[in-house]
């Protein structure tokens, strides 16, 4: 059977939300199909207004535990707080002892892709430190790696986020930069080559 896919991530400002949809491209152009979920929100609406965050995008549902147990593999849309994960992930993960105890998601793939405000932000921390939780539950870690990304990654003369890690965007430190079309190439390989690495196993 083919690999069931879930597309899983937290994005205020929509940098993530938008390289989601960039990955979930190229898991489609793979001849795979992946579902969209977001991570709820858990700051009050006063908060995000004083954070001058937009509306959040109501067209792609909410994750919850168990819905994780449905899928071969996620895509992890992460965007970095202080060097590290967002809180609302950590929340989320926080709600996954019963699957833990079950070790439901032992065996499972997970790709890691992020977005930071600024260059050494953080990414690679944020993709790194998320790896710690996939271990405790037993999911493989899928790097990005740079076999597909050479020519994005050997590109020192322009700006882009991500590395091996996984895909990456960076949103400058007011949130104002869009994602750049190589950050959205290299989100659409690690879609694909996600895929073809999930695809050399049996489900
Ligand atoms: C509380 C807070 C802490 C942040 N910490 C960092 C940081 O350590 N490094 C960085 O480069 N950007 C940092 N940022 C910027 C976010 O990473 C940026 O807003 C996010 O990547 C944009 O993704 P999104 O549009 O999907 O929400 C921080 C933002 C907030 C609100």
Redesign the pocket.
Known sequence: MAPKIAIV???????????AKSVAKGVTAAGGAADLFQIPETLSADVLQK?HAPPRDTTIPDITPEKLAEYDGFLL?I??????N?AQWRQFWDQTGGLWAKGALHGKFAGIF??????????EVTALSTISTLAHHGIVYVPLGYKNTFPQFADVNVVRGGSAWGAG???A?D?SRQVSDVEHTVAEIQGKTFYETLAKHQF
Request: glycine letters at 26%; a positive charge.
């Open positions: 991530y937290y994005s205020l400002y929509g940098h993530i939300g938008s390289l954070m849309g965007p970095t707080r202080y060097g590290n967002v992020v977005s930071t405000g600024t260059m050494g932000g953080g990414q965007t960076f949103a430190a949130g």
